[in-house]
């Protein structure tokens, strides 16, 4: 099957010129199918619903992540977000601990969602490390260093990270690393078992176009077997329904789980992860490299700044793209029904998928520079973007 052929499942593509999907990939027409299901479930199951599926979605959700990315079943868990997956994550470890290792280092370009966790670990005793770049990254790892968090792909250009370099310094010097995957998983191949990371994370917002409130986390199996999250809830003990005073932790990533699951947006992710099974990352990773030297070659033609990066081994699926005032620009092309971003410091963010054409790409640059030329975006100055 064509990949443009899947433009039909996707019903904001009708109205749109839709280059946002490094930020909120378009909404499959199956997912308010499923939503709907989750509703008539509610409606005339009732409680009865959770022995019936419901309970069991943060890991058979989590399995079918585990497909796209490369983990074995049991590994991934679900939850609502990245920075709650995280913070389970981190509340494995005790930073107080006199004489063991404490050092938190990771890139300054990470998101900032991570990051703020991150820093805020130093009220419990870690010392916080912060690099330029995935190369300073390497050098700055030591004895000292407990845990690594990086991201696969950087969210402000879109550049791909070096992280085996990071994750055999890391392991040589007994460090643990933790992947974000947000801007990657979906468009970008991932294998979490062959990179040999730790722990990895992502969430299904962007190319996976699963919507908010579906979270993941991946935990390398031997890990997962002793490690100890202190950010815990009764989904993470052996028996939760015994309803038992003390815990007792369950087996493999279920120990990672915390309290009741967000059921509905588990519903409506699905649909977006079976079209990037069916579809193949590989096969999307392809196009990909298309689109986005389609879009850089005709950002060059149009004179404007490339922030992305020219090497296709290093470039994700956003080009980003600096032209005057971008922020007034983007409120212009929003008007004109051209949805992409902007952030500080990096300028225009255009993120096609698999069902963006090349005809829609060039008229998105077209309209860039006709809105630059002839000023349109000045009634817009002053600007700024919640999303």
């Known amino acids: 099957m064509e990949l443009l052929a ?19 990939g378009a909404m499959p027409a199956e997912a308010e199918r499923r939503l709907a299901e989750y509703a008539r479930t509610w409606a005339t199951r009732g ?9 069991a979605m943060p890991m058979t959700v989590g399995d079918q992540i585990g497909r796209i990315v490369g983990a074995p079943p049991g590994s991934v868990v679900m939850h609502q977000n990245v920075t709650v997956a995280e913070a389970i994550v981190l509340s494995c470890f005790d930073f107080r601990d006199e004489g063991a ?58 550049e791909i990270q070096d992280v085996e370099a990071i994750v055999g310094r890391a392991h040589e010097a007994g ?10 998983a979906g468009i970008v191949p ?17 190319w996976l176009c699963g919507g908010p409130g579906a979270g993941w986390l991946y935990v390398r199996p031997d890990l997962a077997a002793r490690l100890e999250p202190t950010y815990v809830g009764w989904q993470a ?44 990352v590989e096969r999307i990773r392809e196009g990909s490299l298309r689109q986005t030297e389609l879009l850089i070659r005709l950002c060059d033609e149009a004179g404007f700044e490339v922030g992305s990066p020219r090497d296709p081994a290093r470039r994700g699926g956003t080009v980003t793209v600096r ?9 212009e092309l929003a008007e004109r029904s051209i949805l992409c971003d902007f952030r500080p410091d990096a300028g225009l963010r255009l993120g096609p998928h698999y069902y963006n054409t090349e005809e829609e790409l060039v008229f998105a640059v077209q309209q860039i520079a006709e ?17």
């Open 371 to 387: 809105i630059v030329e002839s000023g349109a975006y000045e009634r817009h100055l002053g600007a700024v973007a919640r999303f």
């Open 237 to 280: 003990h052996a028996r939760p329904f015994a309803f038992e005073p003390e815990l007792e932790y369950a087996e493999g990533a279920a120990r990672f789980l915390t309290g009741t699951p967000n059921v509905p947006a588990l519903y409506a992710a699905t649909a977006g992860y079976d079209l990037i099974e069916e579809i193949g």
């Open 323 to 331: 032209v005057p005032e971008f922020e007034a620009v983007h409120k």
């Open 101 to 158: 290792r404490n050092r938190i280092v990771f890139e300054e370009p990470n998101f900032p969602s991570v990051r703020y966790l991150h820093q805020a670990q130093a009220a419990r005793g870690a010392e916080i490390v912060v690099c330029p770049d995935d190369a300073a990254v390497v050098e700055a790892i030591d004895e000292r260093t407990l845990l690594v968090p990086i991201s696969h792909v950087l969210f402000r250009n879109g």
């Open 47 to 55: 409680i009865r619903a959770w022995g019936e599926g419901w309970w």
């Open 190 to 206: 991932l294998d979490v078992t062959a990179l040999d990371v730790d722990f990895a994370v992502g969430g299904s917002v962007k």
């Open 6 to 24: 899947y433009r039909e499942r996707f019903p904001i593509l009708r109205e749109t010129t839709y280059l946002i999907n490094h930020s909120l």
């Open 175 to 184: 460090a643990y690393v933790l992947l974000d995957a947000y801007q990657s």
